[in-house]
């Protein structure tokens, strides 16, 4: 688990395609402390095993789900991207919860500064602006935000300046693609209540066989 407060801006020191996965190797250095391979590592949001470890770099396979369903695969050498370590236990728990399970992408509309804060759009399907609420949580490319407007066809966020200076949001540009994860604690209780609709909806019998 992630909290999608950033450590570090890495970059992408080589891509190795194959037919339809990949092998990254990623420049960094504060999340290289302490890891040992098989430790998971979000890239864009994006939770990787960490599959080698270099001198200054770390190497993840990509598989062919993780680039279906990601931006990762419009990344190129150079490209700068957001690192985390998975939450330790005791760790402190700062931004929100963040699995590394991108839902979907979407792409930046606009970003325009709004005094000391930048207001980033951000356009993407029904089917995942369903689970985005206003004051709710919203994780860009691993970064944890707070949805500060939601229309029929995008959402938007207010980043203060010290995300904007230690992440990569304002490298982003229109029509770019993005990683979305959304709140996984309103999807699992929209899940719960469409289970719940066959059997006469939320009860106070239900809420009792349910521990409540």
């Known amino acids: ?31 290289l ?14 939770c990787l095993t960490v ?62 500064q709004d005094d000391n804060a930048y207001r980033i759009s951000v356009g993407t399907d029904p089917g995942t602006l369903r689970h985005i609420v206003g004051k709710g949580s919203i994780a860009i490319n691993g970064v944890s935000l707070t949805v500060s407007d939601v229309s029929a066809s995008s959402f938007e966020v207010s980043v203060i300046p ?5 992440t990569t949001l304002l490298m982003l540009r229109s029509g770019d693609a993005v990683n979305l994860e959304t709140d996984i604690i309103g999807r699992y209780v929209e899940r719960f209540l469409s289970l719940e609709k066959g059997s006469g909806g939320i009860t106070e019998e239900m809420l009792r066989r349910c521990g409540f």
């Open 33 to 46: 402390d302490g890891t040992a391979v098989g430790d998971s590592i979000a890239v864009n949001g994006v």
């Open 162 to 166: 010290h995300t904007a200076a230690s």
């Open 51 to 112: 599959s080698a470890l270099h001198s200054g770099a770390f190497s993840s396979d990509a598989m062919p789900e993780t680039l279906a369903r990601s931006a990762l695969g419009s990344l190129r050498p150079g490209s700068q991207v957001n690192l985390e370590r998975a939450l330790a236990a005791g760790g402190r728990f700062g931004g929100h919860i963040v699995q590394g399970h991108v839902d979907a992408t979407g792409r930046i509309l606009g970003i325009r």
């Open 1 to 31: 688990m992630f909290t999608g407060l950033i450590e570090e801006i890495g970059i992408i020191d080589s891509i190795m395609q194959g037919s339809r996965s990949a092998v990254l190797r990623v420049r960094a250095s504060k999340v």
